[in-house]
C-alpha cells in the first residue's frame, strides 16, 4: 500500500471558520491531488499539485486553496467553511499524470 | 466531453451469485487509461485494476475479471461467485486529455454493491 496518511481523520466545525487538512505521502510521488466525495456525485477534483509550489485547480475549487511546499506534504485549507462543504476528502498522489492514482484514509469534515 | 457512465447505482446479489457492474465512458483522446477502484464500508479506496486503450485483452484475477471493449467505449467488471467481503461501492475511472489538452481523470458516481449471505 502507498504511504499516505490524512490529518485530522474526522473534523466538526461551525460555519466562518478556517479549516485545513494534511496530506502526507512517503512514497515521492511528484502529483497530488484533493477530491472530496459526496452521494451521487462520486469523487470531484478540488486542487493538485504537480510539484513543489505547483498546483491548479479542478473542477470544483471555489472556496478551497492548497499549498505544497514539500513533496510530501498537501495541504487543503477551507477558508471560511460552509456547511455545503461538509464532505469526505481524500487525496491522492501518482508518480505521473497518466499513472495510477493512489489514495488517502479520508477525512470526514461536517461543517455546523 | 469526458465522460464516466456507472448507470447501475445499486445492486442486491445474493452469495455466489456472478455479478457484473457496468461502466461505460466517453472521451476524444485515442489514448487514455481506465481504473476500477472498490470502497468498503470502512471507507478507504482500493486501486483494483488500470487498462490503457491499446490494450484490449480481457482480465482475470481469481473472481473478478475485466472486459474492456473499445467498440461499445465501455469497461465492464464481474465478480464470479460473489462473497460478502464483495460487497462495497465500485468506481470507474478514466484517464485522458480533456478539450483544453490537460490530462484529466473523471470518475463516476460509483456502483453499491451488496452480497447478501
Known amino acids: 500500500d502507498a504511504g499516505i496518511t490524512q490529518s485530522p481523520r474526522h473534523k466538526v466545525t461551525e460555519t466562518g471558520t478556517p479549516v485545513t487538512l494534511r496530506c502526507h505521502q512517503t512514497?515521492?510521488?511528484?502529483?497530488m491531488y484533493w477530491y472530496r466525495q459526496d452521494p451521487g456525485h462520486g469523487l470531484r477534483l478540488i486542487h493538485y499539485?504537480?510539484?513543489?509550489?505547483?498546483?491548479d485547480k479542478g473542477e470544483v475549487s471555489d472556496g478551497y486553496s492548497v499549498s505544497r511546499s514539500k513533496t510530501e506534504d498537501f495541504l487543503l485549507t477551507l477558508e471560511s467553511a460552509t456547511s455545503s462543504q461538509t464532505s469526505v476528502y481524500f487525496c491522492a498522489i501518482s508518480d505521473g499524470v497518466k499513472e495510477t492514482q493512489y489514495f488517502g484514509p479520508g477525512t470526514r469534515l461536517l461543517v455546523l | 466531453a469526458q465522460k464516466v457512465t456507472q448507470a447501475q447505482t445499486e445492486i442486491s446479489v445474493v452469495e455466489k451469485e456472478d455479478v457484473t457492474l457496468d461502466c461505460v465512458y466517453e472521451t476524444r483522446d485515442t489514448t487514455y487509461y481506465l481504473f476500477w477502484y472498490k470502497q468498503p464500508p470502512s471507507g478507504e479506496l482500493v486501486f483494483l485494476i488500470r487498462?490503457?486503450?491499446?490494450?484490449?485483452q480481457n482480465e482475470i484475477s481469481g473472481r473478478y475479471s475485466w472486459n474492456f471493449q473499445k467498440s461499445t467505449s465501455s469497461f465492464n467488471f464481474t465478480i464470479t461467485a460473489s462473497q460478502v467481503v464483495d460487497s462495497a461501492v465500485y468506481f470507474c475511472?478514466?484517464?485522458?486529455?480533456?478539450?483544453?489538452?490537460?490530462?484529466?481523470?473523471?470518475f463516476g458516481i460509483g456502483t453499491k454493491l451488496q452480497v447478501i449471505p
Open positions: 487498462r490503457n486503450s491499446f490494450d484490449e
Open positions: 499539485s504537480y510539484g513543489v509550489k505547483d498546483t
Open positions: 475511472a478514466l484517464s485522458a486529455v480533456d478539450s483544453g489538452g490537460y490530462q484529466k481523470v473523471t
Open positions: 512514497e515521492n510521488h511528484r502529483y
